[in-house]
């Protein structure tokens, strides 16, 4: 079955980088129509997309944070990592990574790991 | 850009009752690309509906989508205890978005 899970710090201080984990097993980014993304949520509020890997190595940001942002993938490792530059308070929530086929939906979520960012 | 509005941000029922949640986008969207979500607290949102009506898998048939254009509907048909949650909409287009979700709560 597919099943993903994020890694990383939980605390990081303002003008941090975060760099976040997505370990996932039983599907490969290889495969076609096969996306990975990430999404964060802050406390009480509502997700908000932040980039998507897809199985051709096409990438999308949100256009918000599109320069504080890098997706890469290492598919040998079935990981999909993300980078984001010059954190903020603001940034506190809980970062989730999910799967995507087609671009359909998000069908399969982690858990997710919640970044606190304070000094 | 594509703003998604949910209506109501909190709806009141009881168990048994059917329940109507409302996702407006401020300019027409592909069916294919409209979801909704389920979260309870403490988790991950979980797929309920893609393609505006087509059920993911392992989803009770008392829930259902259906629109299109601009005007989106969940219904649940027969609100059991442990659908009493917050309910996003979705739309998968070039920029994923969410609404800002409906909490579904016990009257």
């Known amino acids: 079955q597919i099943t993903l899970k994020e890694s990383g710090p939980a605390l990081v201080k303002p003008t941090q980088t975060l760099t976040l984990t997505c370990t996932f097993s039983?599907?490969?980014?290889?495969?076609?129509?096969?996306?990975v993304g990430w999404i964060r949520q802050p406390p009480g509020k509502a997700p908000e997309w932040l980039a998507l890997?897809?199985?051709?190595?096409?990438?999308r940001y949100s256009p918000s944070l599109k320069s504080r942002l890098t997706i890469t993938t290492d598919t040998s490792k079935n990981q999909v990592v993300l980078t984001m530059t010059n954190m903020g308070p603001v940034d506190t929530a809980t970062y989730y990574c999910?799967?995507?086929?087609?671009?359909?939906?998000?069908?399969?979520w982690g858990q997710g790991t919640l970044v606190t960012v304070s000094s | 850009e594509i703003v998604l509005t949910q209506s109501p941000g909190t709806l009141s029922l009881s168990p048994g009752e059917r329940a109507t949640l409302s996702c407006r986008a401020s300019?027409?969207?592909?069916?294919?690309?409209l979801a909704w979500y389920q979260q309870n607290p403490g988790q991950a949102p979980r797929l309920l509906i893609y393609?505006?009506?087509s059920r993911a898998t392992g989803i009770p048939d008392r829930f259902s989508g259906s629109g299109s254009g601009t005007d989106f509907t969940l219904t649940i048909s027969r609100l059991e205890p442990e659908d009493f949650a917050v309910y996003y909409c979705?739309?998968?287009?070039?920029?994923?978005?969410f609404g800002q979700g409906t909490k579904l709560e016990i009257k």
């Open positions: 300019q027409s969207i592909t069916s294919l690309y």
């Open positions: 393609g505006a009506s």
């Open positions: 979705q739309h998968y287009g070039s920029s994923p978005l």
């Open positions: 890997i897809y199985w051709d190595d096409d990438k």
């Open positions: 039983g599907f490969s980014l290889s495969t076609s129509g096969v996306g």
């Open positions: 999910a799967h995507s086929n087609w671009d359909v939906a998000f069908d399969y």
